[in-house]
């Protein structure tokens, strides 16, 4: 353990972002999870509603600075084209 009142800060600070930081993933996964199962059950209108619902999650991830601009577009793109093979 740091004895230096700042690097104590700083574990504290770091500890807690990393938590935010990963609830918000854990976010993402789960919606992303959501429109992999409704395109596995090739229902279009729940794929349609989770997809939504996952592009607006990774979107803030990547607002919050969770993802870098480039994974979340990545990942919407992926989501989509999903979605958008089902027929």
Known sequence: MANI???KKRILVSE?????NKSIRSEVKTASKK???AVAANNRE???????NAIS????????????KN???RKVSRLTKLVNAMA
Do not use: F, P, Q
Not at 16 to 20: E, G, I, V
């Open 71 to 73: 994974n979340a577009a």
């Open 16 to 20: 807690t972002k990393a938590a935010r």
């Open 46 to 52: 729940a794929a349609d509603s989770a997809l939504k």
């Open 35 to 37: 429109v992999e199962a």
């Open 5 to 7: 009142k700042s690097a």
């Open 57 to 68: 999650t990774i979107a803030k991830a990547s607002s919050k600075g969770v993802y870098h």
